[in-house]
């Protein structure tokens, strides 16, 4: 080895140590005689000390060191003259006095600065990606990510689980996103893709008896980019046989709550999980991966709205929508521009308008007099009425009052928003606290108007409630799941269900879903084959461990946790792909680019 020791591991007690090191010189201060460097490695820096008199060689090469060399050097680990220690590093109480030094390799100078936390326009940094995993934080992203990935390791080898790799190219099967297709050379007009996920293969797992598998997968979809989300990214895939629903949450729940306890023990984490049904999310929360660190819960007011003469509200009802708010705590106060922004917000996803109703200063809500309120809409409304409104929703004299009125799917989508938005202005939600749950009880199918046809709410593998199964048949509207995902702090971590295992079952949510038994032989044939040989009833749950990495680095954007990710557009930009390739290797996979 190159070096004896990790410049981050000396501390108080090699005090007198011999140590050779190896990094980067991180900062360089020459003191007039003495030169200074705090030398970088993985582990984190420690100050070297060369001086001319003790050391003049060494102090004759450190003259020509520059940010970001790597060098060697020999040295004494020795405690830091009083007055001069370190407290915000964990080796600022001590430094190497530096006998021998070398240039390992001398270094340009970076397109930006590695020592510090200033601001790096995105693009640069995933051009000169390998220059920003210097940095501490991306490399203590990257530490937690490690350390994520082995805790799940050993938990789930603790659990009886075997870990079983599936293969990168397979048969194209779509049913969500779009694949990433790879043309076969031996095979001309052919092609393989790669997996938007192991689903089937380790459903085919289950069939051939290995009853609790998983993997770290990864996984490949070409679908439309945004924060958290990559065109190839990395999954916790695990399946079990001889399971129903709560075993499978169980686990979930206990496998995550070790992982947080373990691994990122600084965060407040909220137990047990609670489990709500899909409904109850959609009508309480406006959203299928609530935030539960703040309340700010929906409220109905259909029935009150009937009462007005209000004709958004009443349009909306006769047309067979509903009447919702969302309490915007001490927000009364808010300017023109600030209740355009929110109105702005609601149309831009669906909403025909906002309404807002400010509920100025007053010793109580009974209390509140015409004058205390602002609103467009007053006149359509009787101060009982307008009262009667507030009750309901839970609000007070300084509130800000959101109400939408229209189709029910619209209104809580856009109260969701909203009511997602203010927890974030009002910093309502604590950023030391996870708040899990499981969402449970989706519906089935959901109709398709462009293709005329049902589609499956998760995929299609995914069993219907037993009671459901008739529905199938007469009402596949009215159809559930055993479908549940487990989100976090607004973010959707997991999501999983218990699978069909009857072949008939299969073939007819198949048939549902636009295909004949002909077309579902061609495409699924080898799953339908296998029903054919003894299928236990299993399920499992996959979770994003990008996503999760975000979360527990307190991350913004999943590109922050992943070494080499690709840009909004899907580009890498430190490797120039996607990129052309040669005439001779389109015509050897039997391709032409067409214009």
């Given at each position: 080895m190159l070096k004896s020791r990790n410049c981050g591991d000396l501390r108080l007690t090699d005090d007198g140590s011999q140590v050779t090191l190896a990094g980067w010189v991180h900062r360089r201060r020459d003191h007039g005689g003495l030169i200074f460097i705090d030398l970088r490695d993985r582990s984190g820096f420690v100050q070297v000390v060369f001086n001319?008199?003790?050391?003049?060689?060494?102090?004759?090469?450190?003259?020509?060191?520059?940010?970001?060399?790597?060098?060697?050097?020999?040295?004494?680990?020795?405690?830091?003259?009083?007055?001069?220690?370190?407290?915000?590093?964990?080796?600022?109480?001590?430094?190497?006095?530096?006998?021998?030094?070398?240039?390992?390799?001398?270094?340009?100078?970076?397109?930006?600065?590695?020592?510090?936390?200033?601001?790096?326009?995105?693009?640069?940094?995933?051009?000169?990606?390998?220059?920003?995993?210097?940095?501490?934080?991306?490399?203590?992203?990257?530490?937690?990510?490690?350390?994520?990935?082995k805790h799940i390791r050993d938990f789930l080898d603790a659990r009886g689980f075997i870990e079983v790799e599936t293969p990168m190219m397979i048969k194209s099967t779509p049913e969500g996103a779009r694949d990433y297709l790879v043309p076969s050379r031996v095979s001309p007009g052919e092609f393989y893709a790669l997996p938007q996920s192991p689903q089937q293969l380790k459903q085919l797992l289950m069939v051939a008896g290995?009853?609790?598998?998983?993997?770290?997968?990864?996984?490949?979809?070409?679908?439309?980019?945004?924060?958290d989300r990559q065109p190839e990214f990395t999954q916790l895939d695990l399946e079990m046989s001889f399971?129903?629903?709560?075993?499978?949450?169980?686990?979930?729940?206990?496998?995550?709550?070790?992982?947080?306890?373990?691994?990122?023990?600084?965060?407040?984490?909220?137990?047990?999980?609670?489990?709500?049904t899909f409904v109850e999310a959609m009508e309480r929360y406006g959203s299928d991966k609530p935030d539960l660190r703040f309340g700010l819960e929906l409220s109905e007011l259909s029935d009150l709205a009937l009462e007005t003469d209000l004709g958004?509200?009443?349009?909306?009802?006769?047309?067979?929508?509903?009447?919702?708010?969302?309490?915007?705590?001490?927000?009364?106060?808010?300017?023109?521009?600030?209740?355009?922004?929110?109105?702005?917000?609601?149309?831009?996803?669906?909403?025909?308008?906002?309404?807002?109703?400010?509920?100025?200063?007053?010793?109580?809500?009974?209390?509140?007099?015409?004058?205390?309120?602002?609103?467009?809409?007053?006149?359509?409304?009787?101060?009982?009425?307008?009262?009667?409104?507030?009750?309901?929703m839970g609000g007070s004299p300084g509130d800000l009052l959101l109400i939408v009125a229209g189709e029910e799917a619209m209104t809580n989508a856009?109260?969701?928003?909203?009511?997602?938005?203010?927890?974030?202005?009002?910093?309502?939600?604590?950023?030391?606290?996870?708040?899990?749950?499981?969402?449970?009880?989706?519906?089935?199918?959901?109709?398709?108007?462009?293709?005329?046809?049902w589609d499956s709410v998760h995929h299609p593998f995914t069993s219907p409630k037993d009671q459901d199964i008739p529905f199938l048949d007469s009402a596949p509207e009215t159809a559930h799941s055993k479908q549940y995902d487990m989100v976090c702090n607004g973010w959707e971590l997991?999501?999983?269900?218990?699978?069909?295992?009857?072949?008939?079952?299969?073939l007819k949510v198949f048939k549902l879903l636009g295909y004949t038994e002909e077309q579902a032989l061609e495409r699924f044939g080898h799953l339908l084959r296998a029903f054919?040989?003894?299928?236990?009833?299993?399920?499992?749950?996959?979770?994003?461990?990008?996503?999760?990495?975000?979360?527990?680095?307190?991350?913004?954007?999943i590109r922050e946790v992943i070494a080499f990710p690709k840009t909004q557009s899907a580009a890498d930009l430190m490797m120039g792909a996607p990129s052309p390739v040669s005439k001779e290797q389109l015509e050897e996979l039997h391709l032409q680019i067409r214009p």
């Open positions: 001319p008199e003790s050391a003049p060689e060494a102090h004759r090469v450190a003259e020509t060191f520059r940010g970001e060399w790597v060098v060697g050097l020999t040295g004494q680990v020795g405690v830091r003259p009083e007055g001069t220690e370190n407290s915000r590093i964990p080796t600022g109480g001590v430094e190497v006095l530096a006998t021998e030094a070398r240039v390992m390799s001398q270094a340009k100078t970076p397109p930006f600065y590695i020592n510090d936390d200033q601001p790096v326009d995105e693009a640069l940094r995933l051009e000169y990606r390998y220059l920003d995993l210097r940095k501490e934080g991306m490399q203590r992203n990257l530490t937690l990510r490690h350390r994520i990935m290995m009853e609790r598998y998983y993997q770290i997968a990864r996984c490949f979809r070409d679908e439309d980019l945004r924060a399971v129903e629903e709560k075993d499978v949450l169980d686990l979930a729940e206990e496998l995550f709550t070790s992982l947080v306890e373990t691994v990122t023990p600084e965060f407040k984490l909220l137990k047990p999980f609670p489990r709500i958004v509200f009443r349009t909306a009802i006769n047309q067979g929508g509903i009447v919702k708010g969302v309490v915007a705590p001490g927000c009364a106060d808010y300017s023109r521009k600030e209740l355009d922004e929110l109105t702005e917000m609601a149309k831009s996803r669906g909403a025909k308008g906002l309404v807002t109703i400010a509920l100025g200063a007053a010793p109580s809500l009974e209390s509140l007099a015409e004058e205390d309120v602002r609103s467009a809409v007053k006149k359509f409304l009787t101060m009982e009425q307008l009262k009667g409104i507030a009750k309901r856009v109260l969701g928003h909203l009511r997602q938005e203010l927890g974030h202005r009002l910093d309502l939600a604590d950023p030391d606290t996870l708040a899990f749950a499981f969402i449970v009880d989706f519906p089935l199918m959901k109709w398709s108007p462009e293709e005329k046809r997991a999501g999983g269900s218990i699978r069909i295992h009857d072949r008939e079952v299969q054919e040989y003894g299928v236990p009833p299993h399920g499992g749950i996959a979770s994003g461990l990008d996503r999760v990495v975000m979360v527990l680095a307190k991350m913004d954007n």
